[in-house]
């Protein structure tokens, strides 16, 4: 089988991994309602994980000062995004319309974009560095794409809907991925770049849109349950990192 091949179905199975969503599709909503914020407290604490377990050390390891300046455009750009969101949806009154789904889909997409640049180097290397990279990439997306499925039903898409949209955004790991196939001597450096824009972007989402919802709950339990889910969401993302490192 051509490296090619080995990269695109490789892509493809890390894509799939968005779809984990279907075990919640034959829950009725009154129950999936009562764990959704189970589900944003855990996106939380993976998306902080994500970017300061994963992202920003690998980011460090390949660019230098110019890290902290995509981390802060990140942040900036994903901050004039949402408000251009909340500004098309929400500039006639009450705004039932929670910004941060497309936002997240945005980071994921950029995130997913990585990981299939990473694949694709990785099997350009041998096959055996491509198989070892492509299952770390889907322990951590399995978590990580639960956790966006609580994201875009808690923003108010429909099951199938978000289904649908972690999907389409699941599979610019593939686009990612033959990108980097064909222009391998020139992406180097943009992963460099993309790696702390992704982050800086997933430390907004999570800090400024996630967090802040779960103080909406206020009782003891509800806080409890939320601190360890989050804190679940970051050790699941420390474990990741330390296993395959």
Avoid at 72 to 85: P, S, V
Avoid at 118 to 127: E, K, N, P, R
Avoid at 135 to 143: L, R
Avoid at 179 to 194: A, D, M, R, S
Wanted: proline share 2%.
């Amino acid at each position: 089988m051509s490296v090619l091949l080995l990269i695109f179905f490789a892509t493809l199975l890390v894509s799939l991994c968005s779809l984990i969503g279907i075990v919640f599709l034959s829950l009725n909503d009154k129950i999936l309602n009562k764990i959704l914020l189970v589900l944003v407290a855990f996106a939380s604490g993976a998306l902080l994980g994500g970017a300061f377990l994963h992202l920003l050390p690998e980011s460090f390891v390949l660019g230098g000062e110019e890290v902290f300046i995509f981390i802060l455009l990140g942040i900036i750009l994903f901050f004039i995004i949402e408000k251009f969101l909340r500004w098309r949806h929400c500039h006639k009154g009450k705004c039932d319309f929670h910004a941060f789904t497309y936002l997240n889909l945005i980071g994921d997409g950029i995130h997913n974009w990585i990981d299939g640049m990473i694949i694709a180097a990785s099997f350009l290397v041998s096959s055996d560095l491509g198989i070892v990279s492509t299952f770390a990439v889907v322990a951590h997306e399995i978590p990580q794409e639960i956790g966006d499925f609580g994201i875009l039903i808690y923003g108010g898409f429909r099951k199938t809907k978000a289904l649908f949209y972690n999907f389409i955004s699941a599979i610019t790991s593939i686009l990612g991925a033959v990108f980097t196939y064909y222009l391998i001597h020139y992406t180097e450096h943009i992963v460099t770049l993309l790696l702390p824009f992704a982050a800086g972007g997933f430390i907004y989402i999570a800090a400024t849109d996630l967090l802040p919802e779960l103080h909406k709950r206020e009782k003891v339990k509800d806080s409890a349950v939320q601190l360890i889910f989050l804190l679940l969401g970051i050790i699941l993302m420390w474990l990741l990192k330390t296993f395959f490192e």
